[in-house]
DNA sequence: TCATCTGTATCATGTATATAATACAATTAT
DNA sequence: ATAATTGTATTATATACATGATACAGATGA
């Protein structure tokens, strides 16, 4: 369990994008244990009241459900989840589509130059 | 001249992103002169002294050039402008691809989505 | 049984950001 | 000439975030 963390955003916002990528990608299964507080605190490095912060916000958004002195699980509600992939998908065109707008090139011009770039990335997933 | 801020970004970088954006589609030309300080504060609501970290930035970065007591001016530099436009692109792509890719899809797939939301998005423009 | 783990909660401290209130020298416009 | 505008600079205050240090009740494992 690894997180390259930037600067500038908030720690637990990275967090919590960690998580929700992994369960986009299938990576984290429904109903599947998450790590303690403490745990994942001590592995990424960081106070273990940033990692409550970002659990607690991915509780308000029920993509994780706690019993007391439990360990949190990710949810099994289907809804929630095909919703957070819809969003997740839907937002990374978004940002992509508003970033293109004001360069003067076309789809068609960019297709070729996104799969140069997704096949470079491929080696470097390992 | 208007701006839509995000409570989650420093608003300097805010303002920088929303210049570079302009220099990048060709709205703003070489050699343009830029707002005053205090005049952009007051248009976008925001403090001078916010303007003027972000037209520092912006300086130190050799986007913008100043010479004393006189209005800030867009580069001229060729090299400066040609590499904010190959930056421009290549963050667009990569942000793009990495959001990508935890989900089980391909550009083949992607292509269609991205031309509806391209198109919907131009009639939003105006 | 008892030590250890769980989630949850509080308080103090330091840093980055945004704002507000000024100030000053040099240029520009009237 | 002089009033207004330019960039630049400083100081103080408030807020969000991250950290560190604790604390407590309930569940778990030896």
Same mark, same amino acid.
């Given at each position: 369990m690894t997180v390259s963390? /930037? !600067?500038?955003?908030? @720690?637990?916002? =990275?967090?919590?994008?960690?998580?929700k990528r992994l369960i986009v990608s299938g990576e984290l299964l429904p109903g599947e244990e998450m790590p303690s507080r403490r745990q994942l605190a001590n592995e990424l490095k960081i106070n273990p009241n940033t990692?409550?912060?970002?659990?607690?916000?991915?509780?308000? =958004?029920?993509? @994780?459900?706690?019993?007391?002195n439990r360990p949190s699980r @990710?949810?099994?509600?289907?809804?929630?989840?095909? =919703?957070? !992939? /819809?969003e997740w998908l839907k937002q990374a065109m978004t940002t992509f589509i508003s970033a293109i707008q004001p360069l003067d090139i076309s789809l068609n011009e960019l297709v070729p130059l996104l799969e140069e770039k997704m096949k470079t990335r491929k080696k470097d997933d390992k």
């Amino acid at each position: 369990m690894t997180v390259s963390f /930037n !600067k500038r955003d908030p @720690i637990y916002l =990275q967090v919590m994008h960690y998580f929700k990528r992994l369960i986009v990608s299938g990576e984290l299964l429904p109903g599947e244990e998450m790590p303690s507080r403490r745990q994942l605190a001590n592995e990424l490095k960081i106070n273990p009241n940033t990692v409550q912060r970002a659990y607690s916000e991915m509780e308000e =958004q029920r993509l @994780i459900h706690t019993e007391p002195n439990r360990p949190s699980r @990710i949810t099994e509600d289907p809804v929630v989840l095909e =919703q957070l !992939k /819809n969003e997740w998908l839907k937002q990374a065109m978004t940002t992509f589509i508003s970033a293109i707008q004001p360069l003067d090139i076309s789809l068609n011009e960019l297709v070729p130059l996104l799969e140069e770039k997704m096949k470079t990335r491929k080696k470097d997933d390992k």
